[in-house]
């Protein structure tokens, strides 16, 4: 027996019975059970002659051996192996002749189900290890009593004690000689003193009518210590007989304490949850691992207009609009998958029983049991009016931005259409990055006011048909800086000042105001740079004719990790000649 993982050998001819303690092992949740079979004698011995196994399951009336007979083989050569015989019920006396030859126990075929075979099992096992360590020596016999955390009663006929081994004296603090003149009555609580009158009251009838009866269910009892604590067992219980007279009640009963306390500490940690939960304006959903909901809070029905116990039973997914399915699907995935992954995070949309959307901030983390992903835990915030307000906000913003490419454009009327050309490229090369959203969204706005500073320059520089001259020059080149200025203290969601700052930097440093290499200057920054040399030289200018998309292609190719962006080059390459993507005309 290996932790949980007990290797069962079954030697059964028949094969409905072979089916059928199968499928009783499986049923068992605590354990692995692994079963061999063997269908005749003679292939059991030589599987336990070359394997590990941990008890067998013995039929009497097999093909190549019979009866008793049969027991005495395994008992010869594999003494320390536990053994349960399976009988029928007209074989039973062969069956209690079999556990006296040396078999642990013995079991009626069609009365038989999963928690007594485990158990059996279970016990046979102890039993047989508990034997064989009393068969060493008298002094192992005591030390194995001595630290037995099981406690072993027996009751006589009247329920009252009449031996008890060492682990119940150190658990409840009495001696063996006070524990034998204190009636049960004062050993367990009230309620569990009750509880015992109640089960033997109901079993002993049944015991008594049919040695070969086993009560189904464990019984658990709160015991009084010396101290005044209370401690919990749980026990097993069985008639000893002798022949036909029953001699006294066997319980055997293990601590779980431990665990009660568990149970009642779970129980109001759920009742806090519960509290908490319903009284959360938030929406607080349980799902198992097959994302079905189990519970739900009764947010949900302010924020959807559903009842929580209309939803149970019910796909998580189900009320996800279709765009947000997968992202909501990916999350779900990516927690269920790997039980090491962080709180996953989405923006989702819900629908309301009206019919209308809601969006909702959700929260999701796995629940587990030991190292098993049981389920997950979903908190969902609503943001709509949140939404809402940021789109206002947006809005106003596009607004602003409007205007202010309006203002530059009129100033500037040969570069009329620039900026919104290069926002849309802009944008492009960013998508072709696969970056998110909100970021394409920031360069998009950033590109559409990058020539903002232009309001300072004097038009007539704008709009000189000749070369500059050196002072002209420098005087263009102070609108990063000029745009800067009048955007620094706007409160966009995006760092636009600075991107419109930084939009004439190089790679190498060459580029002005401030002469920053590529490390020093934001992403969004280089990606507006490509894009404004491009529409640059693709457009007409005042002192020149436009050079063409091809001339300017071949600019930023060229010029790849000395001025440009490797990355960015490269995205803007593939628009043009892998996307078809054309200079808008605005």
């Known amino acids: 027996m290996n932790g949980k993982h007990i290797k069962v050998l079954l030697i059964e001819d028949n094969p409905g019975d072979v089916k059928l303690t199968h499928e009783m092992l499986l049923e068992d949740n605590r354990f692995s059970f692994e079963l061999v079979h063997a269908s005749v004698l003679s292939k059991g011995v030589e599987h336990l002659k070359e394997n590990s196994i941990d008890i067998v399951l013995l039929d009497l009336g097999l093909p190549d051996s019979q009866g008793i007979d049969t027991l005495h083989v395994i008992l010869s050569m594999a003494p320390r192996i536990p053994i349960i015989v399976q009988t029928g019920l007209s074989d039973e006396d062969i069956a209690i002749r079999a556990v006296k030859a040396g078999a642990q126990d013995y079991m009626i075929k069609g009365q038989m189900n999963s928690a007594l075979l485990c158990r059996s099992i279970l016990y046979s096992i102890e039993r047989k290890i508990a034997e064989d360590a009393l068969k060493q020596s008298e002094m192992q016999y005591r030390l194995l009593a001595d630290n037995m955390k099981d406690q072993v009663w027996l009751l006589d006929m009247n329920l009252s004690p009449t031996y008890v081994s060492p682990s119940v004296e150190r ?217 809402l307000a940021e789109e206002r906000t947006r809005k106003a913003l596009m607004a602003t931005v409007e205007a202010f490419t309006t203002t530059v454009e009129t100033r500037d009327p040969y570069t009329a259409g620039h900026q919104r050309r290069v926002a849309d490229l802009a944008r492009a090369i960013a998508e072709e990055l696969n970056l998110p959203v909100n970021i394409v969204d920031g360069i998009r706005m950033a590109a559409s006011i990058h020539d903002l500073g232009k309001i300072s320059v004097p038009a007539e520089i704008l709009i000189k048909p000749a070369k500059l001259t050196d002072i002209e020059f420098s005087l263009i080149k102070i609108h990063p800086k000029s745009g800067y200025d009048i955007l620094k203290d706007i409160d966009f969601p995006w760092p636009v000042a600075r991107i419109v700052l930084e939009h004439h930097e190089r790679i190498n440093g060459s580029g002005y105001p401030n002469g920053l290499v590529s490390e020093e200057t934001l992403l969004e920054s280089r990606i507006i740079a490509v894009a404004d040399v491009v529409e640059s030289m693709a457009s007409h200018r005042p002192y020149r004719p436009a050079l063409g998309i091809e001339a300017a292609l071949e600019e930023i190719e060229k010029n790849r990790e000395t001025l440009y962006d490797n990355a960015v080059v490269d995205a803007c390459l593939r628009l043009f000649k892998e996307r078809n993507y054309q200079l808008k005309s605005i």
């Open 171 to 387: 658990s409840l603090g009495y001696t063996f000689e006070e524990i034998m003149k204190l009636p049960m009555k004062k050993l367990l609580t009230a309620t569990s003193f009750q509880s015992a009158m109640n089960f033997f009251t109901m079993e002993m009838p049944k015991a008594l009518a049919d040695q070969s009866y086993a009560a189904k269910n464990s019984l658990e009892l709160e015991f009084c210590a010396k101290d005044g604590s209370t401690l919990w067992l749980e026990f097993q219980f069985s008639l000893i007989w002798d022949d036909s007279k029953p001699l006294s009640i066997l319980c055997i009963g293990r601590d779980i304490t431990e665990r009660r306390q568990a149970e009642e500490k779970l129980r109001l940690e759920e009742q806090m949850f519960r509290t908490l939960t319903e009284q959360s304006s938030d929406i607080v959903v349980l799902i198992d691992n097959e994302g079905t909901i189990t519970y739900e809070n009764p947010a949900i029905e302010k924020a959807l207009g559903v009842k929580p116990e209309e939803r149970i039973g019910h796909s998580i997914f189900e009320r996800i609009h279709p765009d947000d399915l997968m992202i909501a699907t990916n999350a779900v995935n990516i927690s269920f998958g790997d039980i090491n992954v962080p709180i996953q995070r989405a923006e989702v949309r819900l629908q309301h029983k009206d019919g209308s959307w809601h969006t909702f901030d959700a929260v999701g983390s796995i629940l587990t049991h030991g190292t098993v992903i049981t389920g997950g835990l979903i908190n969902l915030h609503d943001i709509t009016e949140r939404k």
